[in-house]
């Protein structure tokens, strides 16, 4: 059903959305990185117990550069509420994930976030909203990530009040880039099996199959998490600093147990991904990480 023709785009780009804080502790990331995968197949991994453990008497265990996506959903509690734009949210699906690191994550830490609405566009049968969060050190006030999160509303297009389609971003496209496979073999290939998610698409039947899907999915976000793990391991030697910023296309849904393998390219000042179901040869996610002081000899 499409959004109700009151709907006034140039308001929904005009709102301001409140400043929001949360912390977090040590524990939080522990969980998140075995949530993706850390120490999975390997309890005592080199590469992985930093995030989970101190290892070898560290002050503090280190934390995942994606750990920084949960922070577009502790900026806005209430969730995508745009003024005017009503949409089912079970018809909600994720469509990319834009990363940017500026400084490692601190293990625990408060965090200050500010939120605008970035992009608004009228795909007819959908609207599509881009969300920017940028999240700061309370202490310090020291900028530690941007989140550029896209949002694909199935049923919430049709206002353009012109013939043109309504269609509205505030940050050039090239800063979100576009991801070519190349046709060459990958640099690696690494295997992950995937765990549950709270949400209720990913555990409600009935939620799942008023989305459209045979059985409750995993969130895209936790794929990524996988990836960028596989990334770090396997071309960073371990080194999750090196990640300087994160970008993922989610191109198809994931069921519980299906076996993700991430493929990567060294390209430029960075490493292009895919990630594919292994079980049915489908391409589920695909981006680039821009990595700091890329050399030869990674």
């Given at each position: ?256 147990g299906e076996t993700l393998v991430t493929e990567m390219w ?33």
């Amino acid at each position: 059903m499409a959004v109700s023709s009151e709907f006034d785009p140039s308001l929904a780009l005009s709102h301001k959305f409140p400043d929001t804080s949360h912390s977090y502790t040590e524990r939080d990331a522990a969980l998140y990185a075995l949530g993706v995968g850390a120490c999975a197949w390997d309890a005592v991994d080199s590469d992985e117990l930093k995030y989970v453990y101190h290892e070898n008497g560290q002050e503090f265990i280190k934390v995942l550069p994606t750990f920084a996506a949960l922070f577009t959903f502790n900026s806005m509690p209430n969730g995508f509420v745009i003024p005017g734009l009503e949409y089912d949210p079970r018809l909600l699906l994720h469509g990319q994930q834009y990363i940017e690191l500026y400084k490692p994550l601190p293990s625990n830490c408060h965090v200050n976030h500010k939120v605008c609405l970035a992009g608004l566009h009228d795909k007819a049968k959908a609207a599509i909203l881009e969300f920017e969060t940028k999240s700061y050190e309370k202490e310090s006030g020291d900028l530690l990530s941007v989140n550029r999160t896209t949002v694909y509303l199935r049923g919430a297009g049709g206002f353009s009040k012109s013939s043109k389609p309504f269609s509205y971003t505030n940050y050039p496209r090239n800063q979100v880039p576009t991801v070519k496979i190349p046709e060459n073999k990958p640099f690696s290939a690494l295997v992950y099996r995937l765990s549950g998610d709270y949400n209720p698409l990913h555990s409600d039947p009935m939620i799942a199959k008023v989305a459209g899907f045979s059985q409750p999915i995993l969130h895209g976000l936790c794929t990524l998490g996988f990836a960028v793990r596989a990334i770090i391991k396997c071309i960073c030697k371990g080194d999750q600093d090196k990640i300087k910023s994160i970008s993922g296309r989610f191109l198809l849904h994931v069921y519980p147990g299906e076996t993700l393998v991430t493929e990567m390219w060294l390209e430029g000042s960075g490493v292009i991904y895919r990630t594919l179901v292994k079980e049915r040869k489908r391409t589920v996610l695909s981006g680039y990480v821009e990595l700091r002081g890329l050399t030869s000899s990674l």
